[in-house]
């Protein structure tokens, strides 16, 4: 694929030369673009690919003026600008850009940095080789200086309008939908075709058609065009021998209003206002990155055909109050030598003389290829079968995992390692379980009134990242609050106090191991129906920062610390963590960039 493209660019190139050679300053910038960017893919991995090929341009002679100031910039045809994003044209900003940063260096291009970490003086702040991608204060931008970068784009917007050279305005990217699918599962096309009529819709008193339950699946293709039976009908205009249509519509269809039909699932219209006040909006959608472009997007236009049909009022026409889209799981790709996927299962890890990792062949014994970390695909073979570590490890090892790995706004890389990690903290919490169970035999205490500033200190921060979405976060809370139940120099009644408020605490990620905890402890029922412990903020301690970890720029983990720790023990800290770790796996670092309070970037 990169080198197919390539080449296409290449040939975009020289003729687009050959064209300003003619006529330099009459070809319009979506001509070039069009031209460059004809045979690019619109699939995930082949944009990513795509954008990280070496960063290639064409200088035209075209001038573009700069819109707040009297000054022209010069106009680049360049091979890594997306003819989808858009109209197809950026304004390059290569301090704060790190592909327009190379683009910039590679043709010596200015660089100005815009955009200043708060903490920072803005006239000794500059951008070298690593374009700065953090939040800060607006600099070098005359009436924007001082500004948010919210409120700068805000300002600009308000600018642009009062100058009529534009106006604000909210693009939605709803292409158009094509809805039929061939198979038996989903709700059959209500249409039936006459010979003598055409094409009938089916009468409303017959809806909805329902799927037949006697249906070969033997045959390839579609199912329904067997169902012989099921497709005699008689056309609902003439009365004469018709047949139905076969397709059915995409799941998706039901999907993108269902949630309204919930409110009132057994009343005799599609909605009722009544329901609709007291159960509306939904207050939270989770689904994966693909929704925010999907079934999101189906979901709202729904929610405004419900609402010109009269079914639901203006007041929903947005449906959902807030979004969280998750990350994907994804696992290293490996190769034999002749480029053929190979699975985890027919490889084998080991270390060299040296400590570098090398990955072998089961099989053949041949050197293997790894790949990098992607969503996890059948077609890559990099699936790893969550069954096979349910067998080995548990669900619970499994659910530990996925959560503690990463934000569950990002992607998560499959690991092994990782995997047994999780396994080893679990059997460790049991462990202390059992030893906090042998003391408690041995003396009768009443806890009703007990509380412990510290263990109520893992109950407040945890809580507070869990209703956060932060699960990650309070994971690593669970983890500190462990080792604090582990000390030596605590009392039994800190002890019996801290395991009862861990088990509960685990409970959303690890639920038979939290209930197994409670039976052990003496506790009665189901964990899931237990009270939470109370969450008491005790004002005077300090809360600590969490500091997102960027190698090259981009974001790879965060890691909560002490607001007045020493750079080197940050530096100390963040290279003991095991996603850093592997990242830096055979690598050397640079430079260790460090913004106080702020961010840590990591050249390698």
Known sequence: MYMYRQKRYDDCIREVKSKLKKSPNSLHLLNYQAMAYSALKRDKEALLSYQKIVKKGLETKIK??????????????????????????????????????????????????????????????????EAYVGDGKIINSKFLNGLTINEAKRKIISSLSEKKMGEKKVTYRLKDWGISRQRYWGCPIPIIYCKHCGVVPEKKENLPVKLPKNVSFEKPGNPLASATEWLKVNCPTCGKPARRETD???????????????????????????????????????????????????????ARALHKT????????????????QGMVCHETYKDPNGNWLSPEEIRVCLDSSGKKIVKCIKKGSDVKIGRSVKMSKSKKNVIDPIDIIDQFGADTARWFVMSDSPPERDISWSTEGVEGAWKHLNRVWRLTKQITNMLEEKNLNLKSFEDREIDDFI???????????????????????????????????????????????????????????VTIGEKGLIAEAKWPAIK??????????????????????????PNLTEEKIKELILREEIIKKALLNSNIKRFIYVPGKIVNLVI
Request: aromatic share 16%; glycine share 4%; hydrophobic share 40%.
């Open 64 to 129: 573009v003026i700069h819109p707040f100031e009297n000054r022209k910039v010069p106009l680049y045809i360049a091979n890594f600008v997306l003819m989808e994003y858009g109209t197809g044209a950026v304004f390059g900003c290569p301090a704060h850009d790190q592909r327009d940063l190379e683009f910039a260096l590679k043709y010596k291009l200015d660089v100005f940095p815009v955009v200043c970490p708060k903490n920072q003086d803005a006239a000794s702040f500059s951008v070298e080789n």
């Open 460 to 518: 407040f921060y945890t809580s507070k990242f869990i209703e956060s979405f932060s699960f990650n976060k309070a994971i690593a809370k669970i983890y500190e609050l462990t080792n604090f139940l582990a000390k030596e120099d605590i009392s039994i009644e800190q002890k019996i106090y801290g395991i009862k408020s861990l088990a509960i605490l685990m409970e959303p990620f690890t639920p038979h191991l939290s209930q197994e905890i409670w």
């Open 248 to 302: 059915t519509m995409d799941t998706f269809v039901d999907s993108s209003w269902y949630f309204i039909r919930f409110t009132s699932p057994k009343h005799n219209r599609p909605t009722r206002e009544s329901d609709l006040k007291y159960w509306m909006n939904v207050d939270q959608y989770i689904g994966g990155v693909e929704h925010a472009i999907l079934h999101l997007l189906y979901s709202r236009f729904f």
């Open 310 to 325: 009269g079914h639901i009022p203006k007041v929903f026409l947005e449906p959902f109050s807030a979004l969280f889209t």
């Open 537 to 562: 903020e005790w004002k005077t301690k300090s809360e600590n920062i969490i500091l997102p970890i960027q190698i090259n720029g981009k974001r790879k983990a965060e890691i909560s610390v002490a």
